[in-house]
C-alpha cells in the first residue's frame, strides 16, 4: 500500500488524514506540539465549512465539542447601530464557532480506529527528502527519517515544506496584526451572540460570544509597527463598545487576560506541488481572518484533496503506484482549489477595505451613523447579498470518495 505523510494536525491535515485513512489508505500525520492548546486557534465556522464536515460524515462529532451559534451580525459606527442582520442569512445553517483544540483531538482519535494510521505529536519536522527531483520523505527534528509516496505539507502559514520545497509564496502588503482578547461575557449575551463589529476613534474591532461557555472575544485591529504597551485596556474599550456593554467593560478591569499578538499573513503559492509534494490549506494559501474563510477553505482543500488522490492511492502495492499520474492528480488538486481561493481573498479585501475607510473618513463614518435608520437597511441588503459567496463557497467542493 503506498504510503502517505501529511505534516500539521491543523484543520486541513487532520480532516485529509482522517479521510485517507477511511478509504484504508496508509497515512502518518505528524504535529509540532504535543496537544492542541496552543495560544490561539480560530474558530468561525461558516455554513460552507459545516457543510464540509457534514460531508465527511462528522456531524455528529461536531455536536462532541463545544460549539455555538451565532445569532446576528451587527455593525457599530460610533454609538449607533448602522444594522443587525440576523443568521443564518437566507442560508442552510447559521456561522457557528468551534472551539478547535477538541475538534482536532477528535479528528485525530477518530482516524486513530483506522488501521495504517499513525500519529506522530510533538516532532516537528525539519527538512525533506529527495530522490533526485522528487520529495521521498521527511526528516524530522528528532533525527528519525519518514519515508514516502506523497508527502503533504499543512503546516499551516509558516509551512517549514514550503521552504524546504523552495515553493514562492506571494504575499499581500502586511496591513494589520490582531491582539486577541478574552474576558467573562456579560449575562445574557449568550442566549443572543451577536459578532459585532465596530468602527470608533480611529479604531476597527470585534467581538463576539466564543464557543468556550462565559467566554467573550475581542480582536483588536492594529497596524503591524504599532506597540502594544501594557495599558488600561478595560477603560480604552469602554469608551468605545456599544452603549450596552459599556458598563460590563468598566466592571472588567482585571479580568481582561492580557492579549495575544497575532500577525496576519495574507498571500497564495503561485505552485502549490512539486513531484511527490503537496502544499494545502494556509500552508498554500494563508488567509486573512475577515470573514472567517481559512478553516472553511481549508476542510474544502481536503475534500478536494482526497477525491482526486484516494482512486489513485488506492491501489494494492506501491510498486503499482503510477508516480506520475500522482502528480497529474497534484496539478489538478491547485487547479480546481486556486479559483475559489483567488476569489475569497479578493472579497476579504474588499470586506477590510471598506472597515478601513470608514476607519479613516470620520466624516463618512459620522454621516452614515447620523442617518443609520434611513441608509442602514440598504447597506445591510447590499451586505448580505455580498456574503454569500463568503459562507456558501465560490466552487464546487463535494466529496466524492
Ligand atoms: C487572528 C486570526 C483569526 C482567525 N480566525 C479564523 C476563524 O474564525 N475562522 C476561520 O475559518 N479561519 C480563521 N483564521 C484563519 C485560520 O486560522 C487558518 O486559515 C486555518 O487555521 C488554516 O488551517 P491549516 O490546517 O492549514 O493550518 P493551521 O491551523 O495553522 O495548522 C497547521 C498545523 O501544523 C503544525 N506545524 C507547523 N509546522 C510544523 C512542522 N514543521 N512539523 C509538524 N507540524 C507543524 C502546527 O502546529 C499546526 O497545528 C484566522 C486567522 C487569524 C490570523
Given amino acids: 500500500m503506498p504510503k502517505v505523510v501529511i505534516v500539521g494536525a491543523g484543520p486541513t491535515g487532520a480532516t485529509l488524514a482522517l479521510l485517507?485513512?477511511?478509504?484504508?489508505?496508509?497515512?502518518?500525520?505528524?504535529?509540532?506540539?504535543?496537544?492542541?492548546?496552543?495560544?490561539?486557534?480560530?474558530?468561525?465556522?461558516?455554513?460552507?465549512?459545516?457543510?464540509?464536515?457534514?460531508?465527511?460524515?462528522?456531524?455528529?462529532?461536531?455536536?462532541?465539542?463545544?460549539?455555538?451559534?451565532?445569532?446576528?451580525?451587527?455593525?457599530?459606527?460610533?454609538?449607533?447601530?448602522?444594522?443587525?442582520?440576523?443568521?443564518?442569512?437566507?442560508?442552510?445553517?447559521?456561522?457557528?464557532?468551534?472551539?478547535?483544540?477538541?475538534?482536532?483531538?477528535?479528528?485525530?482519535?477518530?482516524?486513530?480506529?483506522?488501521?495504517?494510521?499513525?500519529w506522530m505529536a510533538g516532532t516537528a519536522v525539519k527538512d525533506l527528502l529527495w530522490n533526485a527531483e522528487r520529495v521521498v520523505g521527511v526528516h524530522l527534528a528528532n533525527g528519525r527519517t519518514v519515508e514516502a509516496d506523497l508527502v503533504i505539507g499543512a503546516d499551516g502559514r509558516a509551512s517549514v515544506?514550503?521552504?524546504r520545497a523552495e515553493?514562492?509564496?506571494?504575499?499581500?502588503?502586511?496591513?494589520?496584526?490582531?491582539?486577541?482578547?478574552?474576558l467573562p461575557a456579560p449575562e445574557g449575551y449568550e442566549a443572543d451572540n451577536?459578532?459585532?463589529?465596530?468602527?470608533?476613534?480611529?479604531?476597527?474591532?470585534?467581538?463576539?460570544?466564543g464557543a468556550e461557555e462565559g467566554k467573550m472575544h475581542l480582536a483588536w485591529a492594529i497596524s503591524p509597527d504599532e506597540p502594544t504597551e501594557q495599558k488600561d485596556w478595560a477603560a480604552t474599550f469602554a469608551t468605545l463598545v456599544p452603549?450596552?456593554?459599556?458598563?460590563?467593560?468598566?466592571?472588567?478591569?482585571?479580568?481582561?487576560?492580557?492579549?495575544?499578538?497575532?500577525?496576519?499573513?495574507?498571500?497564495?503559492?503561485?505552485?502549490?506541488?512539486?513531484?511527490?509534494?503537496?502544499?494545502?490549506?494556509?500552508?498554500a494559501h494563508p488567509m486573512s481572518p475577515v470573514r472567517a474563510q481559512g478553516i472553511n477553505l481549508a476542510l474544502r482543500d481536503a475534500i478536494a484533496a482526497a477525491n482526486h488522490l484516494i482512486p489513485i492511492l488506492k491501489t494494492a502495492n506501491p510498486s503499482a503506484l503510477d508516480p506520475t499520474a500522482l502528480?497529474?492528480?497534484?496539478?489538478?488538486?491547485?487547479?480546481?482549489r486556486e479559483p475559489e481561493i483567488i476569489q475569497a481573498q479578493k472579497l476579504q479585501a474588499h470586506e477590510a477595505s471598506r472597515g478601513e475607510m470608514l476607519r479613516r473618513f470620520?466624516?463618512?463614518?459620522?454621516?452614515?451613523?447620523?442617518?443609520?435608520?434611513?441608509?442602514g437597511p440598504l447597506v445591510k441588503r447590499?451586505?448580505?447579498?455580498?456574503?454569500?459567496?463568503?459562507?456558501?463557497?465560490?466552487t464546487l467542493a463535494q466529496l466524492e470518495v
Avoid at 75 to 83: A, E, P, Q, V
Avoid at 167 to 182: A, E, G, M, R, Y
Fill in 20 to 118: 485517507l485513512a477511511r478509504r484504508g489508505i496508509s497515512v502518518t500525520l505528524i504535529e509540532a506540539a504535543r496537544d492542541f492548546q496552543r495560544q490561539f486557534r480560530g474558530e468561525g465556522l461558516m455554513p460552507s465549512g459545516l457543510d464540509a464536515l457534514a460531508q465527511m460524515g462528522l456531524d455528529s462529532l461536531l455536536q462532541t465539542v463545544p460549539h455555538r451559534p451565532l445569532s446576528a451580525w451587527e455593525f457599530w459606527l460610533n454609538d449607533r447601530r448602522l444594522f443587525r442582520a440576523d443568521e443564518p442569512l437566507g442560508s442552510a445553517r447559521p456561522c457557528t464557532l468551534v472551539s478547535q483544540p477538541p475538534l482536532l483531538e477528535a479528528l485525530v482519535q477518530a482516524a486513530q480506529s483506522k488501521p495504517g494510521f499513525e
Fill in 161 to 163: 515544506i514550503r521552504q
Fill in 167 to 182: 515553493l514562492d509564496l506571494k504575499t499581500q502588503p502586511k496591513s494589520i496584526d490582531v491582539l486577541w482578547f478574552k
Fill in 194 to 209: 451577536r459578532f459585532c463589529t465596530v468602527v470608533k476613534g480611529g479604531r476597527v474591532f470585534s467581538l463576539f460570544h
Fill in 243 to 283: 452603549p450596552e456593554f459599556v458598563a460590563h467593560f468598566r466592571a472588567a478591569g482585571d479580568a481582561i487576560a492580557p492579549p495575544i499578538r497575532l500577525s496576519v499573513l495574507v498571500g497564495r503559492c503561485p505552485r502549490w506541488h512539486r513531484p511527490g509534494l503537496l502544499l494545502i490549506g494556509d500552508a
Fill in 327 to 336: 502528480d497529474r492528480a497534484l496539478v489538478r488538486i491547485q487547479a480546481e
Fill in 362 to 375: 470620520g466624516n463618512l463614518r459620522q454621516g452614515l451613523s447620523a442617518f443609520s435608520p434611513v441608509v
Fill in 382 to 394: 447590499v451586505w448580505i447579498q455580498q456574503q454569500q459567496p463568503l459562507r456558501e463557497g465560490i
